[in-house]
């Protein structure tokens, strides 16, 4: 009872409510784009033998998305697409929180 009006108080905020749902579909959104990405487009992008690329030249988006300093040449996450992931699923959590609010 009393978490529920302390939690009906600090949502009396409009400012905090569209904060609190940006944050909410973006952690959703990053969740789900990572695991798409870890799952479907990996697969597609990265050849299957990691060391594959000891031996080829790396393609641009592998060097860009996957390849970091500390790699070894062994393609992995880099940060470029831990923030790019976040970027885009902080963009659709914005997105998806003016669709909802739509009145």
Request: proline residues 4%.
């Amino acid at each position: 009872m009393i978490l529920r009006i302390v939690w009906s108080s600090y949502l009396k905020n409009t400012m905090r409510k569209q904060i609190l749902l940006v944050v909410i579909f973006s952690v959703f959104y990053f969740i789900m784009i990572t695991y798409l990405e870890s799952k479907v487009i990996s697969p597609m992008i990265l050849n299957k033998d990691y060391c594959y690329y000891h031996t080829h030249e790396t393609p641009f988006l592998v060097e860009l998305f996957y390849m970091s300093p500390a790699s070894n040449g062994h393609p992995d996450g880099s940060f470029f697409q831990l923030f790019f992931i976040l970027f885009i699923s902080v963009t659709f959590g914005y997105f998806t929180k003016k669709i909802v609010l739509i009145k």
